[in-house]
């Protein structure tokens, strides 16, 4: 009989929940869902997602491991923020509905791992889908979402990658629309990743439901991948700026590739403002992907306040070479080696006037004179009245950053 009693009185209390969900939604009224939270990811946001080196193949202690490692490697200090749980987490939802966590996976919950993080410092992310499984088949949100949006407030949640497993007969930009409603009205600032994969075109229509979106398809450790979702971009700068971020997937430094292939990869995510969500082991990193992925000088240039991405400006002999306005009229510069081999660069300032039209910026080299660093040699290399020479090794960059001298 106390059993029976118990259960009851539990029931009870999780369908007064539930009512009590029902009547603050309501309460909150029409108008407050008709905005994102403002004043987040005004630079793109930093972080380390679980997905691409870890997949389904996630728990508690790993996470921990994780923010730990992002505190004592320099990454927290280097402005990394995010330690973001992606799919495989969820368990299953009670008989009101609630998500629960996988408990073997998560024995102690989500906010409970939410709590260690942000005891680092740090901010905790979730994953979930807009359809009704996520794309590894576990509950995804679709009908649910107000009621998760509520829990993972609750959790501590301060970021969402939102998928689009599972979506059939869905509106991607209705569907994003409810998610970005649902967190507004449980009140806590998240961070809203639209992770649509750029299908329905979303720079077109995410700036006011989200604060990034995909653009392209999953990326995997491969030069030839990274090249590819980086030659999907081209087009899309207009869209991006700050508080809302095209994102080009996450990073595969420490991954596999080559440190060359790492160093190009990290320094043309910098270039076009792309979010620097890291996504390997962090415990377990070599001291060259560590170079790389807290390397403060290219950093700056990805979180520069202005949020302009860079252009390609002209390409020589598998040699590409970008421009990027920064603030203080400063540019940043990388030569893109896409051969096999390595090439040698010339480049004469003053034969060249860069103009970005879409933005305004111009940078006319015959008439100011711009003091050079190298931001991977970390030292400073002249200035732009004498012609600038580089030889680059293959799958690399030479990435610098432009200051206009004093007088």
């Known amino acids: 009989m106390l059993d029976r009693e118990k259960s009851k009185k539990k029931y009870a209390t999780k369908r007064l929940a539930m009512l009590v969900l029902v009547l603050e939604l309501t309460a909150a009224g029409s108008t407050i869902y008709a905005q994102k939270f403002r004043d987040l990811a005004l630079t ?69 791992l939410a709590d260690y993080v942000h005891a680092k410092g740090l901010k905790f992310g979730l994953y979930s889908d807009a359809g009704w499984r996520t794309c590894q088949g576990r509950p995804g949100s679709r009908g649910h979402e107000f009621q998760d949006a509520k829990t993972y407030a609750g959790w501590g949640v301060d970021y969402l990658k939102y998928d689009w497993c599972y979506t059939e007969w869905l509106n991607a930009e209705g569907a994003y629309l409810t998610m970005r409603d649902a967190l507004y009205a449980a009140g806590r600032p998240i961070v809203f990743s639209i992770c649509e994969w750029g299908e329905s075109k979303p720079w077109e229509w995410g700036k006011d439901i989200g604060h990034l979106w995909r653009t392209t398809g999953d990326i995997t450790p491969y030069f030839g991948s990274v090249m590819q979702i980086l030659d999907m971009q081209k087009g899309l700068r207009a869209y991006a700026g700050p508080g809302h971020w095209n994102d080009p997937d996450m990073l595969e430094v420490g991954n596999g590739m080559s440190v060359n292939e790492d160093r190009a990869h990290f320094s043309m995510w910098c270039m076009i403002a792309a979010p620097l969500i890291a996504g390997n082991d962090l415990s377990n990193m070599s001291r060259e992907t560590i170079a790389i992925l807290t390397n403060k000088e290219v950093i700056n240039v990805d979180q520069d306040s202005l949020g302009i991405e860079g252009f390609e400006y002209a390409s020589v002999d598998s040699v590409e070479i970008w421009f990027k306005p920064l603030t203080n009229n400063n540019w940043a510069v990388c030569f893109l080696n896409r ?52 030889n680059i090794p293959a799958h690399d960059v030479v990435m610098l950053r432009l200051s206009p001298v004093k007088k």
């Open 339 to 390: 051969s096999t081999k390595p090439r040698t660069i010339n480049f004469s300032w003053k034969q060249h006037t860069v103009i970005d039209s879409l933005f305004n910026k111009k940078a006319n080299f015959k008439l100011t004179t711009y003091n050079i660093r190298d931001l991977w040699a970390r030292k400073d290399v002249g200035t732009t009245d004498k012609d600038f020479s580089a």
């Open 44 to 112: 793109p946001p930093m972080g380390w997602n679980s997905w691409n080196k870890f997949g389904c193949d996630i728990n508690e202690d790993i996470i921990k491991r994780m923010a730990d490692a992002m505190v004592s490697t320099g990454m927290k200090d280097a402005g990394y923020q995010y330690i973001i749980i992606d799919d495989c987490w969820q368990g299953y939802r009670d008989s009101l509905a609630f998500i629960h966590a996988d408990s073997v996976r998560f024995p102690h919950g989500i906010k409970a």
